[in-house]
């Protein structure tokens, strides 16, 4: 696709629900990133998958948070249990592969409110 | 581990005034870094970025940023700036594997027609 896609754009759910987030990278991109932009802690790093392997977790806040990629495309950024410190925009990033000279394309981010 | 350190947190500026926004880095690898802006309702853009050679770094819609190592900055600058310059502006560093990327956190600039 032209760019990366994300969605849902919006979602609102209660406390204590599991919601899912889903990204699309940009085609042929091996290198998926997940970030989150908060209010109190701007924005943060989350996982980073290489084709289908996520070789560092240690981003994710909790073990509330999983994500998964499969078929080295579409990912998918699970939370469990929502809390309301979980309200954030979700931001999902794609580059051709993960080096420093590839350049990391974000997404529109999916606003995630928890009440 | 490394950290990004932007001290204008806004900004307010008159068009065709210059610009200059701080950003500070703490790492210690091979240093890549970026400048990203975020329009009002927009993603993620990337302005520029750093990888070696030429320390001044000439990126989109008329911004450069310049690489001080021993400074450990990353200024981002604009002669003369457009209303269509507000945004918020974020610079970031890389980490070495190239799978990280720790942001500052951020500036807003309101340009003032």
């Known amino acids: 696709g032209a760019g990366v896609s994300q969605s849902p754009s919006n979602k609102v759910t209660e406390k204590g629900k599991d919601v899912e987030l889903r990204c699309d990278p940009i085609?042929?991109?091996?290198?998926l990133y997940w970030y989150r932009q908060s209010l109190g802690q701007g924005l943060e790093f989350l996982i980073y998958f290489q084709g289908n392997s996520a070789p560092d977790k240690s981003g994710l806040p909790s073990d509330r948070f999983s994500a998964e990629r499969t078929g080295g495309s579409v990912s998918t950024l699970t939370i469990q249990r929502t809390q309301q410190e979980d309200s954030a925009v979700y931001l999902c990033?794609?580059?051709?592969?993960?080096?420093?000279?590839?350049?990391?394309?974000f997404g529109p981010g999916t606003r995630l409110t928890v009440l | 581990a490394q950290s990004v350190s932007q001290h204008n947190h806004h900004v307010i500026l008159s068009e065709a005034a210059s610009l200059e926004l701080g950003c500070n880095y703490s790492y210690g690898g091979t240093v890549n870094l970026f400048w990203y802006v975020q329009y009002p309702g927009q993603h993620l853009q990337l302005l520029l970025k750093?990888?070696?050679?030429?320390?001044l770094v000439k990126g989109i819609k008329g911004f450069e940023a310049e690489f001080i190592k021993s400074k450990f900055s990353f200024n981002l600058r604009k002669p003369s700036v457009q209303w269509s310059d507000t945004a918020e502006y974020f610079c970031a560093v890389l980490n070495n594997a190239g799978n990280m990327l720790t942001f500052g956190g951020g500036t807003r600039l309101m340009v003032k027609p």
């Open positions: 085609s042929g991109h091996t290198a």
């Open positions: 990033a794609s580059s051709y592969r993960s080096s420093p000279t590839d350049t990391q394309y």
């Open positions: 750093y990888f070696s050679g030429d320390p």
